[in-house]
């Protein structure tokens, strides 16, 4: 692989390439993208936003690297910054592969806020961009500690407690007080179009968190099939997120 300090293009295999970034020269060290450099030679790169981490795994030998007719098969767009390939991302479905599914979810979390505006407490949303084959499910349920429980997602038979499935939403909770609530509990995914493919489960993954405040609070990503780990997130940034 050969990369020029301040280009955009570069080479593997002596084919040319491009990238959306370059690399470069600062303080006597040469810093080149994880990504396209840790991709070239074989390896899986994860970015997880919420605790700003990079993850680069391999399998197997990886000092040889590969073909370029691999790495160009499909498309790459960005989404707010998440790449997005649309032969390598996706599964025999077309559905979201459970890796990328759980990389936007995170970006999503880490823009879903509940906060105190003008004396309302209220649930703050912008909704991360993804590729034009799939929407995004947001459930949010507010449960009281007098009894009883306001759900708020785009398909709840109560027309004020519905939210969008995109751009941006501010949804007021008729609470006094924040400690009138007894816990939070936050479904997210990203799934195939209703419109695409007869499939019951549009998803490959779901990010899960509920917080009884005080008292205990979890953040899991849970794939589909079954057959892949959980993903509990124990460094979840809870008090970004809850800010009542």
């Given at each position: 692989?050969?990369?020029?300090?301040?280009?955009?293009?570069?080479?593997?295999?002596?084919?040319?390439?491009?990238?959306?970034?370059?690399?470069?020269?600062?303080?006597?060290?040469?810093?080149?993208?994880?990504?396209?450099?840790?991709?070239?030679?074989?390896?899986?790169?994860?970015?997880?936003?919420?605790?700003?981490?990079?993850?680069?795994?391999?399998?197997?030998?990886?000092?040889?690297?590969?073909?370029?007719?691999?790495?160009?098969?499909?498309?790459?767009?960005?989404?707010?910054?998440?790449?997005?390939?649309?032969?390598?991302?996706?599964?025999?479905?077309?559905?979201?592969?459970?890796?990328?599914?759980?990389?936007?979810?995170?970006?999503?979390?880490?823009?879903?806020?509940?906060?105190?505006e003008n004396g309302k407490y209220v649930i703050k949303c912008t909704y991360p961009k993804i590729p034009e084959a799939y929407e995004w499910s947001l459930g949010v349920r507010v449960h009281f500690k007098k009894g009883g429980s306001n759900s708020y997602s785009a398909v709840t038979n109560f027309k004020e407690n519905r939210i969008p499935?995109?751009?941006?939403?501010?949804?007021?909770?008729?609470?006094?007080?924040?400690?009138?609530?007894?816990?939070?509990?936050?479904?997210?995914?990203?799934?195939?179009?209703?419109?695409?493919?007869?499939?019951?489960?549009?998803?490959?993954?779901?990010?899960?968190?509920?917080?009884?405040?005080?008292?205990?609070?979890?953040?899991?990503?849970?794939?589909?099939?079954?057959?892949?780990?959980?993903?509990?997130?124990?460094?979840?940034?809870?008090?970004?997120?809850?800010?009542?």
């Amino acid at each position: 692989m050969t990369l020029t300090i301040g280009k955009k293009e570069y080479e593997v295999s002596d084919k040319k390439l491009n990238m959306d970034t370059v690399a470069l020269l600062k303080d006597g060290r040469t810093y080149v993208p994880a990504r396209y450099v840790a991709e070239a030679f074989g390896a899986a790169v994860k970015w997880e936003q919420v605790i700003r981490t990079v993850y680069v795994t391999t399998q197997g030998n990886t000092s040889t690297p590969v073909k370029p007719e691999e790495k160009e098969k499909g498309t790459t767009t960005y989404f707010d910054g998440i790449p997005f390939n649309n032969v390598r991302d996706i599964d025999e479905y077309e559905r979201m592969s459970a890796d990328k599914s759980e990389e936007f979810v995170l970006k999503l979390a880490d823009q879903l806020t509940f906060v105190k505006e003008n004396g309302k407490y209220v649930i703050k949303c912008t909704y991360p961009k993804i590729p034009e084959a799939y929407e995004w499910s947001l459930g949010v349920r507010v449960h009281f500690k007098k009894g009883g429980s306001n759900s708020y997602s785009a398909v709840t038979n109560f027309k004020e407690n519905r939210i969008p499935i995109d751009g941006s939403f501010t949804k007021a909770v008729p609470i006094a007080s924040a400690s009138e609530v007894e816990y939070f509990n936050i479904i997210m995914s990203v799934s195939l179009k209703k419109s695409l493919g007869g499939l019951l489960d549009k998803n490959t993954g779901a990010f899960n968190i509920v917080v009884e405040p005080g008292v205990s609070k979890s953040a899991i990503y849970i794939p589909k099939p079954s057959r892949y780990p959980q993903v509990d997130y124990k460094d979840f940034d809870f008090n970004k997120m809850f800010q009542w």
